[in-house]
């Protein structure tokens, strides 16, 4: 099949190649037209990959959650003209999240592959597409902290319809889950307890603000240790965030 597409691409006839490789016209026919359908949807497939410009649908639930990866730790960098690359830096201790990452980005922009690139004990996941700043408006020169973050009202729907994906995003990213210990004097002795809390530290006032909100939504206490951290600790809204991002893997 490969030859007598080769030879019709030269510019032979169906009757032609049918000779040469021994098959009947019809199937030439058939194999150069399919061939050039299945072409034809890729090239539309591709050129029609933008939930904002093409109007294709966007899985709410993966964008959600790709979005607190960015907002938390992605990057969006123009690499040729008119093409932007996503990416997602992961800790090498974390295999889950760097698998996580890579299925968010796949299922958010599905016509991109997504690829991953070794770094210093790091692992960046990337996927490219014209259309990442479409997703993304949030994107500019210099640093989130040295410019305004506010999600677009499709965005802020969005987020509103899925806190929990959203705050999975920012605290596997710019936060994490872990044991604290505190040391208590009882009658029979000194006692240590341990108790698990989930803290989100980011420079960016506009990012925190925007992790209050979704655990608000999600009605999980939370407090600012610091300007740039808060926490979550009180034992019903640990349990509660649980159920949304629980510790990174
Ligand atoms: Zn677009």
């Known amino acids: 099949m490969e030859r007598a597409l080769r030879l019709s691409a030269q510019g032979l006839f169906d009757r032609q190649v049918a000779e040469l490789c021994e098959v009947s016209i019809g ?19 591709r050129h029609h990959s933008c939930p904002r410009c093409h109007g294709r ?8 959650h790709l979005l607190g990866l960015y907002l938390g730790d992605g990057h ?16 090498d ?26 770094r210093k004990g790091c692992t960046e996941v ?7 700043v479409c997703l993304f408006p949030q994107h500019g020169p210099g640093m989130k902290h040295q410019r305004e973050i506010k999600l677009a009202d499709w965005q802020q729907e969005i987020v509103e319809a899925h806190p929990g994906m959203f705050a999975r ?15 208590r004097a ?4 000194v006692r240590w307890y341990e108790y698990p809390r989930y803290h989100f530290k980011n420079e960016s006032r506009d990012i925190l603000a925007l992790c209050c ?24 809204a640990v349990e509660l965030l649980d159920l949304y991002v629980g510790p990174k893997y």
């Open 76 to 91: 969006i960098v123009r690499c040729r003209k008119e093409v932007f690359q996503l990416s997602l830096f992961c800790g």
């Open 93 to 118: 201790g974390w295999p889950g999240l760097i698998e996580e990452a890579g299925q968010t980005m796949a299922q958010t922009m599905p016509t991109s592959s997504v690829s991953r690139r070794q």
């Open 169 to 183: 995003g920012l605290f596997h990213s710019d936060g994490f889950r872990g044991m604290n210990y505190v040391r």
């Open 213 to 236: 909100e979704a655990l608000d939504l999600l009605g999980v206490a939370w407090r600012f240790n610091n300007r740039n951290e808060l926490s979550v600790a009180k034992r019903e």
């Open 27 to 45: 199937a030439v026919q058939k194999w150069r037209t399919g061939a050039r359908r299945a072409h034809e949807d890729e090239d539309l497939r």
């Open 126 to 132: 990337k996927s490219y597409s014209k259309h990442w």
């Open 186 to 189: 009882l009658p029979s002795g």
């Open 57 to 64: 649908d966007l899985d709410h639930v993966a964008y959600a």
